[in-house]
């Protein structure tokens, strides 16, 4: 038993769970509805708000105009997958993996692209040695390990006078850190995670020498439609101006684009790093004031300011199933156990859409659980 609560004791819920999904405060569907929905994409009214969409993820993200930004289908993953399908081939590959995402950047590139690629691994909570890579290939990484909860710390570890493309699945990352677009060629993220919008869409953000590389190189495997960024040998730029390669979900456009405004209206970038910092501070306090939860990070440089993932004492994935359970059945948090492939854990969402206090809220619930199981 903890000091913190007698056993059987609910505490107050907090407002929000602690899942990925978190919804930015103040969110309501009936704040949705725009003449957009039920409307064709490619119709005036479609492609404007598309392109209002891509407008407000540039200025929130602070994107320079050296950037173009594409919606496209299939998630961060499809957006991952089209610019490694699009891109890789024109000289030697080195991918990073410490975590289960960036296991699957190496499995498409070793078993599915078969361009044998330098292969740079870390165990779960660890950042690989980034001295190791080489920057005369092309680099694939994750900019912070959703599953793991360990992030690059900065980016002056990629070469500036790199001749390979830096390509980085930001998809935890964006909205909540700083990105060094200057050190960027490919970036790739999806709606649901940091802005806390709906899936199936992602969004690719490509800089001039990945450009340079889409109108230079031609793959040696065949691209399906979803994938192809060129015609004739040239970018295709309507995909950049809110004319998408697909259908998308204009109620999904919709969601993207109220917690956009929601982001931009509290303080844009530095209020979203703010309160996702805010946040991340806040479960620390948690776990520090208990002496069987832990960081799998145990590297504060390292260790997400977004999905923190924690070690239980003793926890083996029976228990954490279990316990997070418990929390799911009194509505207190949802998924909140650890990832299906990471050590035995807790994985807490800390971005900006959710609110400190929720987080503070969370102590007493973990405490009851803890409890209960003990």
């Given at each position: 038993?903890?000091?913190?609560?007698?056993?059987?004791?609910?505490?107050?819920?907090?407002?929000?769970?602690?899942?990925?999904?978190?919804?930015?405060?103040?969110?309501?569907?009936?704040?949705?509805?725009?003449?957009?929905?039920?409307?064709?994409?490619?119709?005036?009214?479609?492609?404007?708000?598309?392109?209002?969409?891509?407008?407000?993820?540039?200025?929130?993200?602070?994107?320079?105009?050296?950037?173009?930004?594409?919606?496209?289908?299939?998630s961060?993953?499809?957006?991952?997958?089209?610019?490694?399908?699009?891109?890789?081939?024109?000289?030697?590959?080195t991918?990073?993996?410490?975590?289960?995402?960036?296991?699957?950047?190496?499995?498409?590139?070793?078993?599915?692209?078969?361009?044998?690629?330098?292969?740079?691994?870390?165990?779960?909570?660890?950042?690989?040695?980034?001295?190791?890579?080489?920057?005369?290939?092309?680099?694939?990484?994750?900019?912070?390990?959703?599953?793991?909860?360990?992030?690059?710390?900065?980016?002056?570890?990629?070469?500036?006078?790199?001749?390979?493309?830096?390509?980085a699945?930001?998809?935890?990352?964006?909205?909540?850190?700083?990105?060094?677009?200057?050190?960027?060629?490919?970036?790739?993220?999806s709606?649901?995670?940091?802005?806390?919008?709906?899936?199936?869409?992602?969004?690719?953000?490509?800089?001039?020498?990945?450009?340079?590389?889409?109108?230079?190189?031609t793959?040696?495997?065949?691209?399906?439609?979803?994938?192809?960024?060129?015609?004739?040998?040239?970018?295709?730029?309507?995909?950049?101006?809110?004319?998408?390669?697909?259908?998308?979900?204009?109620?999904?456009?919709?969601?993207?684009?109220?917690?956009?405004?929601?982001?931009?209206?509290?303080?844009?970038?530095?209020?979203?790093?703010?309160?996702?910092?805010?946040?991340?501070?806040?479960?620390?306090?948690?776990?520090?004031?208990?002496?069987?939860l832990?960081?799998?990070?145990?590297d504060?440089?390292?260790?997400?300011?977004?999905?923190?993932?924690?070690t239980?004492?003793?926890?083996?994935?029976g228990?954490?199933?279990?316990?997070?359970?418990?929390?799911?059945?009194?509505?207190?948090?949802y998924?909140?156990a650890?990832?299906?492939?990471?050590?035995?854990?807790?994985?807490?969402?800390?971005?900006?859409?959710?609110?400190?206090?929720?987080?503070?809220?969370?102590?007493?619930?973990?405490?009851?659980?803890?409890?209960?199981?003990?």
């Amino acid at each position: 038993m903890t000091e913190h609560t007698r056993p059987g004791t609910k505490p107050a819920r907090p407002y929000f769970s602690s899942g990925p999904c978190a919804k930015p405060p103040g969110w309501a569907p009936e704040k949705l509805a725009t003449q957009s929905l039920g409307r064709s994409h490619r119709g005036r009214i479609g492609k404007a708000r598309l392109k209002h969409c891509i407008e407000l993820m540039r200025g929130v993200l602070e994107v320079p105009d050296t950037h173009r930004i594409g919606i496209v289908p299939g998630s961060d993953t499809g957006a991952v997958e089209m610019a490694m399908w699009s891109l890789l081939g024109a000289r030697g590959v080195t991918t990073l993996a410490w975590e289960s995402f960036g296991e699957g950047w190496v499995t498409d590139a070793v078993k599915q692209l078969r361009i044998d690629p330098a292969v740079i691994r870390a165990d779960y909570g660890q950042l690989p040695d980034l001295t190791q890579v080489d920057w005369a290939t092309d680099v694939i990484f994750t900019w912070n390990g959703t599953t793991s909860g360990v992030r690059v710390p900065d980016g002056e570890w990629i070469a500036p006078d790199r001749e390979g493309l830096a390509i980085a699945d930001a998809t935890s990352a964006v909205f909540a850190q700083d990105i060094p677009w200057d050190k960027i060629d490919v970036l790739t993220f999806s709606w649901q995670k940091v802005l806390g919008g709906e899936g199936a869409h992602g969004v690719l953000i490509l800089g001039p020498r990945a450009v340079e590389r889409l109108e230079s190189h031609t793959p040696a495997w065949p691209l399906p439609k979803v994938f192809r960024l060129t015609s004739k040998g040239a970018l295709s730029e309507g995909i950049f101006n809110g004319e998408t390669i697909n259908t998308p979900s204009m109620l999904a456009v919709e969601d993207a684009i109220f917690a956009l405004e929601w982001a931009k209206g509290i303080g844009g970038l530095a209020a979203m790093k703010a309160r996702a910092d805010a946040n991340a501070a806040a479960l620390d306090r948690l776990v520090q004031d208990r002496d069987w939860l832990g960081h799998l990070a145990t590297d504060p440089a390292s260790r997400s300011n977004t999905s923190v993932c924690l070690t239980v004492a003793g926890a083996d994935a029976g228990f954490i199933k279990h316990f997070a359970a418990l929390l799911e059945a009194e509505d207190a948090a949802y998924d909140i156990a650890g990832y299906r492939d990471a050590p035995p854990g807790l994985r807490i969402w800390c971005g900006a859409t959710v609110d400190t206090a929720d987080i503070e809220a969370l102590g007493p619930w973990l405490d009851w659980a803890w409890d209960a199981l003990n």
